[in-house]
T-cell receptor
Framework: NAGVTQTPKFQVLKTGQSMTLQCAQDMNHEYMSWYRQDPGMGLRLIHYSVGAGITDQGEVPNGYNVSRSTTEDFPLRLLSAAPSQTSVYFC????????????FGPGTRLTVT | AQSVAQPEDQVNVAEGNPLTVKCTYSVSGNPYLFWYVQYPNRGLQFLLKYITGDNLVKGSYGFEAEFNKSQTSFHLKKPSALVSDSALYFCAVSPLHTGKLIFGQGTTLQVKP
């Protein structure tokens, strides 16, 4: 099992550009989440999904879109990048069968200039 | 509002001494409790979790955590610290059946030889 994979590892964007961060898991987990990590603030939930076709907002959803067409994939779209979105982004998956222990991807470091 | 607090930004201990990293939470019901560790430029690794049962849970790398319901705390402990334990530690809480994690801001553990 590859677990949770994320691409790209690094990305630099200019203000106003759009892009999609990819996330995939091969553990057949129902739940998937996106977090952003900023110094001194821990990880904050952006969006999450409890199954294919079902998504909901987390703590900091503004400026981001998600969709979940399959169990395996949960892409995060930045509509119009802003410097405030410079962060490290982590995707995670979990399942009731694992007591909701979240398995994290390696992260994407995004810089918006 | 639901929240998790890690009151110490940094904990310094000498190698061989016991360590404690503190965590308190404000989440309704009986949430699941987790500790994760992050090494520099790496993703998050699961250490341990509390679901129900014995208040002392044992996890990876010799770590354990003590759950105290009356104080809504979940402190991470290790009897004898190693230099290699130096990392960033996150406490996280999952409100029941949500699949979401609420993180504390993180505590940097520095173990000196």
């Amino acid at each position: 099992n590859a677990g949770v994979t994320q691409t790209p590892k690094f990305q630099v964007l200019k203000t106003g550009q759009s892009m999609t961060l990819q996330c995939a898991q091969d553990m057949n987990h129902e739940y998937m989440s996106w977090y952003r990590q900023d110094p001194g603030m821990g990880l904050r939930l952006i969006h999450y999904s409890v199954g294919a076709g079902i998504t909901d907002q987390g703590e900091v959803p503004n400026g981001y879109n998600v969709s979940r067409s399959t169990t395996e994939d949960f892409p995060l779209r930045l509509l119009s990048a802003a410097p405030s979105q410079t962060s490290v982004y982590f995707c995670a998956s979990s399942s009731p069968g694992t007591s909701y222990e979240q398995y994290f991807g390696p992260g994407t470091r995004l810089t918006v200039t | 509002a639901q929240s998790v607090a890690q009151p110490e930004d940094q904990v310094n201990v000498a190698e061989g001494n016991p360590l404690t990293v503190k965590c308190t939470y404000s989440v309704s019901g009986n949430p699941y409790l987790f500790w994760y560790v992050q090494y520099p430029n790496r993703g998050l690794q699961f250490l341990l979790k509390y679901i129900t049962g014995d208040n002392l849970v044992k996890g990876s790398y010799g770590f354990e955590a003590e759950f105290n319901k009356s104080q809504t705390s979940f402190h991470l402990k290790k009897p004898s610290a190693l230099v290699s334990d130096s990392a960033l530690y996150f406490c996280a809480v999952s409100p029941l059946h949500t699949g979401k994690l609420i993180f504390g801001q993180g505590t940097t553990l520095q173990v000196k030889p």
